[in-house]
């Protein structure tokens, strides 16, 4: 009898330690299935599947540096940039200018993983993907872009919760702006400056999102925009004095001083320019390239406090 018994208790045994087996490999299929470290669609609409978290991140954009960073990631080539660029990345391989990334210094950099600049950079797709480079295509232009792009990071480093504290911190600041702001409704018209001229800032463009954000109005809301360009119109001075502004915003791209001493020329000689609201009580007011020339990325909640502050310098936006 205990003969019998030891035979069974071994055959049970050895039934126990296949079925084990037969349950490590499943599980070891089933993470295979998921689509190995991470899965997400990029600004493009493309699905993006990681096999493992990539090690050799290069960008094409100054923005994205900062919110990589923060969300636990570095890099191993950048662009050049004026602005946007922090410390930690100043010594990191340059592959070419925002607007013109040089393809041989990029591939030098020997990434695993591109971020890549929607509008801008897409382009550079086709040959990555011929050196077996993998890419993602991010846009930061709007505050919930940023948002998004935030979680995307986050999960290109695996570090998700980052993602979400780093968003959580950013809503709470442009909370506490909006919290102490008077409840009028600002009627504004944004300008964008250049050496080729003029045009009109739409929602969509990053003063004109901070300026939804913050509750205003912006006059140029129901113009035609550019074709070439969804957030912005054409500039012309009879729409101007039509629409009347109380509040004048101008963003610009050079030197602002040139920028600033034409501005200030054409409203003084001018007259039309004399009947405008904005101008005759002195409400012009000349925002930073660095928050916004290009994406202000983590920085919109200072983007919001400076624009907020144009108008009402008195408040200290809950500090």
């Known amino acids: 009898m205990n003969r019998i018994r030891a035979i069974l208790l071994a055959a049970f045994c050895i039934l126990s330690l296949l079925a084990l087996a037969g349950c490590g490999t499943t599980t070891k299929e089933s993470a295979a299935g998921d689509g190995g470290f991470a899965s997400f669609t990029d600004a493009a609409g493309r ?10 991140i290069a960008v094409t954009s100054a923005s994205f540096l900062e919110p990589l960073h923060e969300v636990g990631g570095d890099v191993v ?9 922090p410390d930690w990345a100043k010594d990191k391989a340059s592959v070419g200018k925002v607007y013109q990334i040089d393809v041989e210094k990029l591939l030098a950099t020997k990434p695993d993983l591109v971020l890549i600049n929607k509008g801008m950079n897409e382009k550079l797709i086709d040959t990555l993907e011929a050196n077996g480079i993998q890419s993602v295509v ?9 948002k998004n792009e935030v979680r995307t990071m986050a999960k290109i480093t695996g570090e998700t919760e980052k993602g979400e504290n780093l968003i959580s911190s950013m809503d709470s600041k442009i909370d506490k702006i909006k919290a102490e702001l008077p409840k009028d409704k600002q009627r504004i018209f944004i300008i964008h400056s ?8 739409l929602s969509g463009s990053i003063a004109g999102c901070v300026a939804n954000i913050l509750g205003w109005d912006n006059l140029a809301g129901d113009m035609t925009p550019l074709e070439k360009n969804p957030d912005a119109a054409p500039y012309s001075l009879e729409t101007l004095v039509e629409k009347n502004p109380d509040v004048i915003f101008i963003t610009s791209m050079g030197k602002i001083e040139e920028i600033k001493a034409s501005m200030e020329k054409q409203m003084a000689e001018n007259p039309a320019w004399q009947s405008v609201n904005a101008v005759k009580n002195h409400r012009v007011y000349y925002l930073p390239q660095d928050l916004f020339l290009l994406s202000p990325g983590i920085h919109y909640p200072e983007a919001v406090e400076t624009m907020a502050k144009c108008l009402y310098p008195q408040l200290g936006y809950g500090k």
């Open 77 to 85: 080539g950048r662009p050049d940039s004026p602005t946007n660029m």
């Open 194 to 201: 250049t050496n080729q001229g003029l045009t009109v800032q």
């Open 47 to 56: 699905e993006v599947h990681l096999e493992k978290k990539p090690e050799r």
């Open 138 to 146: 991010l846009d930061m232009k709007s505050y919930d872009d940023v």
